[in-house]
């Protein structure tokens, strides 16, 4: 990566991440280290485990994904999220909006009218 190119990662992540998680969870659920192996997996969404379980807990907070525990066979218990239905409606909602904001950026980056 070029340098600065993390603060402008960074600034993108900000507005993201949080509906990369929800569409993570779209189609069923998942435990944290689930979501953190996929959202790290290329280092571009997320780069440290310490800022998805905040994100995770934020999202419970406000009624977009529930939790329950389950049983591990390998270790400890786990946690798994799941979207509620206001957190299917967060996702619509940011789908909807992301492309529009997607298609305005490209275009404005390439310099061809949308």
């Not at 069923?28 to 995770?56: C, F, K, M, N």
């Not at 206001?86 to 949308?114: K, N, Q």
């Given at each position: 990566?070029?340098?600065?190119d993390?603060?402008?990662?960074?600034?993108l992540?900000?507005g993201?991440v949080?509906h990369?998680?929800l569409a993570?969870l779209?189609?069923?659920?998942?435990?944290g280290l689930d979501?953190?192996?996929?959202?790290?997996?290329d280092?571009v969404?997320?780069?440290?485990?310490?800022?998805?379980?905040?994100?995770?807990?934020?999202l419970?907070k406000?009624?977009?994904?529930t939790t329950?525990?389950?049983?591990?066979?390998?270790?400890p218990?786990r946690?798994?999220?799941?979207?509620?239905?206001?957190?299917h409606?967060?996702?619509?909602r940011?789908?909807?909006?992301?492309?529009?904001?997607?298609?305005a950026v490209?275009?404005t980056?390439?310099?061809?009218?949308?």
């Amino acid at each position: 990566m070029v340098p600065g190119d993390d603060a402008i990662l960074a600034h993108l992540r900000r507005g993201s991440v949080e509906h990369c998680v929800l569409a993570l969870l779209r189609d069923g659920e998942a435990y944290g280290l689930d979501i953190a192996a996929r959202l790290g997996h290329d280092g571009v969404l997320l780069t440290s485990e310490g800022t998805l379980y905040p994100l995770l807990s934020r999202l419970r907070k406000q009624d977009l994904v529930t939790t329950s525990w389950r049983e591990s066979p390998a270790g400890p218990p786990r946690r798994y999220y799941a979207l509620t239905p206001a957190g299917h409606d967060a996702l619509d909602r940011f789908t909807t909006v992301w492309a529009r904001f997607r298609d305005a950026v490209d275009s404005t980056l390439t310099g061809s009218p949308s």
